[in-house]
């Protein structure tokens, strides 16, 4: 079974930037689509990002776009998410996610496109 681990999560000022990290725990983890999730208190767990299995292709919601980058290093097992230019609206809890090898860009966006989730991390942006 997959484990997920989330880190990089804490506290930034509007404007500022955090770095999430993704380790997953099988070599294997790395043939398959990740994504990048976030939930707020009283709210929905929402999509935010999510990467094909070679990193070629990625996805984003709109409140991410342009300010947002979704990477992945195989080597690693490790997915990225950098969020620069971050807003108070960003505060959450961020979870990763494994797919299938294959999605479509609306498979993407659906929580129930993933089978195993992280923990999660809380970010926390400050106005």
């Known amino acids: 079974q997959v484990q997920l681990v989330e880190s990089g999560g804490g506290l930034v000022q509007t404007g500022g930037s955090l770095r999430l990290s993704c380790a997953a725990s099988?070599?294997?983890?790395?043939?398959?689509?990740m994504g990048w999730f976030r939930q707020s208190p009283g709210k929905e767990r929402e999509f935010v990002a999510a990467?094909?299995?070679?990193?070629?292709?990625?996805y984003y919601a709109d409140s991410a776009k342009g300010r947002f980058t979704i990477s992945r290093d195989n080597a690693k097992n490790t997915v990225y998410l950098q969020m620069d230019r971050m807003k108070p609206e960003d505060t959450a809890v961020y979870y990763c996610?494994?797919?299938?090898?294959?999605?479509?860009?609306?498979?993407?966006?659906?929580?129930?496109?993933?089978?195993?989730w992280g923990q999660g991390t809380q970010v926390t942006v400050s106005s």
């Open positions: 099988e070599r294997t983890s790395s043939n398959y689509a």
């Open positions: 996610a494994k797919g299938p090898r294959f999605i479509t860009p609306a498979q993407a966006m659906r929580i129930m496109t993933y089978n195993y």
């Open positions: 990467i094909n299995w070679n990193g070629g292709t990625t």
